[in-house]
């Protein structure tokens, strides 16, 4: 069964630490997503990638960074967590060229900032 | 800017109901259209997917319809069950743009027994 693994299901933070999300994907797709997900806002991509090493902003980059040096896996990085960045973060991954299909996603971390 | 919106925010119905969820999108040149379930504290499933070319795909009880020229799209779910208590999204692929899925706000759907 395909999967997208994402590392942690509930995390707890303090304001200021440095924060990592771990995605890994099994299926060797290329693109990977990150999202995040508040209620009444609906999904909201933070960054996206097309390729190891390569990434691209999406609509709501700041306070974020990604990392992506093995193909299989994709990491999201609050570099300085803030409170406003609590909320349920979601990675997808999907072969090139196949538009909105072949989509899977993660079960989703839920980060508390305190 | 291309946008995808979903009302209700939440709906209620009672146990064997039909019911019909809606999603309207700015810009008709869509690549294609999705439909997913989220249940709580969980990621996301896909339901159904209409490719642009296409009106209407059915998945058991579920049948979801676009019409481009209007910007909607609708999911049709009959008999419904409890089971089906969940969120559903809906997500747009446009042509041109940003290679992204552009989601909607979802609607969060509670069938009460």
């Known amino acids: 069964d395909v999967k997208v693994t994402q590392s942690s299901r509930y995390l707890v933070k303090r304001t200021g630490e440095k924060v990592f999300l771990e995605c890994v994907q099994d299926?060797?797709?290329?693109?990977m997503f990150w999202y995040r997900q508040d209620p009444g806002l609906g999904l909201r991509l933070i960054y996206f990638?097309?390729?190891?090493?390569?990434?691209e902003k999406g609509d709501i980059p700041e306070g974020y960074s990604v990392s992506r040096e093995k193909k299989e896996r994709f990491s999201l990085i609050l570099e300085s967590a803030s409170t406003n960045q609590t909320s349920m973060y979601l990675c997808?991954?999907?072969?090139?060229?196949?538009?909105?299909?072949?989509?899977?996603f993660g079960s989703g971390t839920r980060l508390t900032v305190v | 800017k291309q946008e995808v919106t979903q009302i209700p925010a939440a709906l209620s119905v009672p146990e064997g109901e039909n019911l019909v969820l809606n999603c309207s999108f700015t810009?008709?040149?869509?690549?294609?259209l999705q439909w997913f379930r989220q249940d709580p504290g969980k990621g996301l499933t896909s339901l159904l997917l209409?490719?642009?070319?296409?009106r209407e795909q059915t998945s058991g009880r579920l049948n979801a319809s676009l019409d481009k020229s209007s910007g909607r799209s609708t999911l049709y779910i009959a008999a419904s069950q409890p089971g089906d208590s969940a969120t559903y999204l809906c997500?747009?692929?446009?042509?041109?743009?940003?290679?992204?899925?552009?989601f909607g706000q979802g609607t969060r759907l509670t069938i009460n027994p």
């Open positions: 997808a991954s999907t072969l090139p060229g196949q538009g909105g299909s072949g989509y899977t």
């Open positions: 209409i490719q642009s070319s296409q």
């Open positions: 810009d008709s040149a869509i690549y294609n």
């Open positions: 299926m060797d797709h290329e693109n």
């Open positions: 997500a747009v692929w446009w042509i041109q743009g940003a290679q992204k899925l552009v």
């Open positions: 990638s097309y390729d190891v090493k390569m990434k």
